[in-house]
């Protein structure tokens, strides 16, 4: 079941799409300049980012490490988390895990039938949207580190390096003078959305053991997460950009 739950996590934590004033700057791109970027090979243009990937799976968080490095400000921090907490997939998501928690009777003391559907759902979405809150925008407010994901594409290196360089940037992120430093943001804030979890979880899952099971899930998940960050535009070129220009020249 963590492994079922680490796949569909992963899908839902990637940042949403709240509307926001059209004068403020996309927080996801604010580092990209009108300069072509050096990623020639992605099916997306320099400086914009696929706002869904596959999509549907809210992909705000995700920047263009291949142009020069601008910071955030703290407004497009909380920006991003709460675009990443109440775009519309996140509520199908909670609901998909709501519905794999019930059927593997995770939690007995939320009970079945539809109360305890109910209970899932609020702590399936109470997990996600606390956690994004927690590690995209107050935690990286107050240890001054960007929540950004920054792509380094095809122009980065080998499939496996960059594979390993986005699973370890849940414990290496840019601080907001770009200098590399431990994610702080990450643990605490999720280590900080797991001991709230405890208010609304049932007394049998709030001992350590179960708490540091719940952290590690968080983290994993985030890690998945930015795989499907980074490689999200070259699967989109290779099977749908491609598949549209095959269909368009066979009608």
């Keep these: 079941m963590a492994m079922v739950s680490l796949a569909v996590s992963a899908w839902g934590q990637t940042p949403s799409n709240n509307p926001t004033p059209d004068a403020s700057p996309d927080p996801a791109a ?17 400086g914009q980012v696929d706002k869904r990937i596959f999509g549907v799976l809210p992909n705000y968080r995700t920047a263009d490490g291949t142009v020069p490095f601008s910071p955030i400000t703290t407004k497009q921090k909380f920006t991003i988390a709460v675009k990443d907490s109440f775009d519309w997939p996140v509520y199908l998501l909670s609901g998909a895990f709501a519905g794999l928690y019930q059927l593997d009777d995770q939690n007995p003391s939320f009970g079945q039938g539809v109360k305890g559907y109910a209970k899932r759902y609020g702590a399936s979405y109470g997990d996600q949207a606390i956690g994004n809150m927690m590690t995209e925008a107050i935690m990286p407010s107050l240890f001054h580190e960007d929540p950004r994901y920054f792509r380094i594409g095809p122009g980065g290196g080998t499939k496996k390096h960059r594979v390993v360089y986005a699973l370890t940037r849940v414990m290496i992120d840019r601080s907001d003078k770009n200098t590399p430093r431990f994610n702080f943001s990450e643990w605490v804030g999720n280590g900080t959305a797991v001991a709230i979890s405890n208010l609304y979880y049932p007394a049998d899952t709030r001992d350590v053991a179960d708490n540091i099971e719940k952290l590690g899930v968080q983290v994993a998940t985030d890690a998945f997460s930015n795989v499907l960050k980074e490689f999200w535009p070259d699967i989109k070129k290779k099977w749908f950009v491609k598949k549209s220009a095959d269909t368009s020249s066979h009608p």
Aim: aromatic share 0%; net charge negative.
């Design 30 to 46: 604010a580092s990209a300049p009108a300069t072509p970027s050096a990623d020639s090979t992605s099916a997306v243009p320099a």
